[in-house]
């Protein structure tokens, strides 16, 4: 199999430095990073952007699977207002306020673009990163987002788990059940990949929200647990948190109404 090495990608599409930068491997014609379906001279030549994986996955969810109550319905394709996208991260939302998104989550640091788009080559490179977002296309900025994380496992068959990540809605938004639909869209994209169940780690206020979307207390087995490194002084102390999980397979998912 040719190998594309980050040099020879450099000779053909020229303008990508920042992406090159971020690699000392090498790349398979069919990697995630360049793909056979879109891969990344042919988008570059049309001027679209990169996204961090194939958005024609959510045209795929089966939104009648989820056990959350959605009312008036909405989906990830028809999210409830004209202006509203939920797609994959792009290359391009740094300028869209991702990162402003998430400090209303938690502490995220001054990050540069360089910065950013060298984790978002990284996140796509891997193949393991599934972060969704909302858009406002009104005014270009970004309202919502949810990252979907696939721990590849030896156990059950050498079988995926995922995890839900850096939930967040901004603060203007709510009420529109942003929050529910960006968790849900997540969920449904884990079960579409194959993965035999999804955790998340959570505040106690939060327990009763994620039950109504089908995540439940495990008996035994719901205590979150970390080890934090040194880092900057000025980091927040995060609250205590439980872990949930939903199955793949569930049969008695929660009614939330």
């Not at 319905?73 to 509203?84: R, S």
Request: glycine share 8%.
């Amino acid at each position: 199999k040719r190998i594309i090495t980050c040099q020879n990608v450099e000779q053909i599409i020229g303008q990508t430095g920042q992406y090159l930068k971020c690699f000392s491997v090498e790349l398979s014609e069919n990697s995630l990073w360049i793909t056979p379906k879109k891969n990344l001279i042919r988008m570059l030549k049309e001027g679209d952007e990169l996204t961090l994986y194939d958005a024609k996955l959510l045209h795929e969810l089966e939104f009648w699977r989820s056990p959350a109550k959605f009312n008036p319905p909405i989906t990830a394709i028809a999210p409830g207002e004209t202006w509203m996208k939920v797609r994959p991260l792009q290359e391009g939302d740094y300028d869209r306020g991702f990162l402003d998104l998430l400090s209303q989550l938690t502490s995220v640091g001054n990050i540069s673009k360089s910065q950013f788009l060298m984790k978002f080559a990284q996140m796509r490179a891997s193949g393991g990163y599934y972060v969704t977002v909302i858009e406002d296309t009104r005014i270009n900025r970004l309202i919502g987002s949810a990252t979907l994380v696939l721990e590849h496992k030896f156990i059950h068959g050498c079988s995926v788990r995922g995890r839900l990540e850096d939930v967040v809605v901004n603060n203007t938004y709510r009420g529109k059940q942003l929050g529910k639909l960006i968790v849900v869209t997540v969920n449904l994209l884990a079960q579409h990949l194959g993965c035999y169940k999804m955790s998340l780690d959570c505040k106690d206020h939060l327990i009763n929200f994620y039950e109504t979307l089908g995540y439940v207390l495990e008996p035994g087995n719901s205590n979150a647990m970390n080890i934090r490194f040194d880092g900057p002084k000025d980091q927040p102390t995060r609250e205590r948190s439980v872990t949930m999980s939903i199955a793949a397979n569930a049969t008695n998912p929660v009614d939330p109404s």
